[in-house]
């Protein structure tokens, strides 16, 4: 190869190597997760738990990802509202997975939100996901399985395991973890 064109080679490549950037990291943009919803109010220590052990401290305004494990501290209060217009309201000293959430306009018979109750309670208002599908709306705890028949209900794991449930509009279908039904 001719010494001066050698020279110049770097120079030349600079310009594809550029592109080749500009791509990668806006298909990395377009990669990521969506939210599933958004914190509106926080009081206290409130922190979310990623599916790969980061743990981010909430504020008003900052994302909730399908995965994410809420936790609340002693004094924690937060509220979320999700993109389909659901929201929750945690209380003190809880934690709540979101397990799966899938909210798609364009397909809303795949739709779903599942979450895991592990301690504490939260009052809840469901969205278009209920909406559209009463069972593909889920709360998981310990001691039984919450479907909605409602729109408005708020539950609360005692430190005893048991659990109390409340409707404030419609109702709630709750599957104890022998099966019972009530």
Excluded: H, W
Aim: glycine content about 12%; some cysteine.
């Amino acid at each position: 190869m001719d010494r001066s064109l050698s020279r110049y080679l770097p120079y030349r490549l600079l310009p594809v190597i550029c592109l080749f950037l500009i791509v990668f990291l806006a298909l990395g943009a377009a990669a990521q997760q969506q939210p599933a919803g958004r914190v509106t109010v926080v009081l206290g220590t409130v922190e979310a738990v990623s599916q790969d052990g980061e743990v981010r401290t909430l504020g008003r305004g900052d994302p909730v990802f399908e995965g994410d494990t809420l936790r609340s501290g002693p004094s924690g209060r937060a509220q979320v509202r999700f993109t389909d217009r659901g929201m929750v309201s945690l209380r003190p000293d809880t934690e709540l997975a979101l397990d799966e959430y899938n909210d798609d306009a364009a397909a809303p018979a795949a739709n779903r939100k599942q979450m895991s109750l592990s301690r504490g309670g939260f009052r809840a208002q469901t969205g278009n996901i209920a909406r559209v599908n009463r069972t593909a709306y889920r709360v998981q705890t310990p001691v039984a399985a919450i479907g909605i028949r409602g729109t408005v209900f708020e539950l609360y794991l005692e430190d005893d395991g048991s659990l109390v449930v409340g409707a404030s509009l419609g109702g709630v279908e709750v599957e104890t973890i022998s099966g019972e039904t009530g």
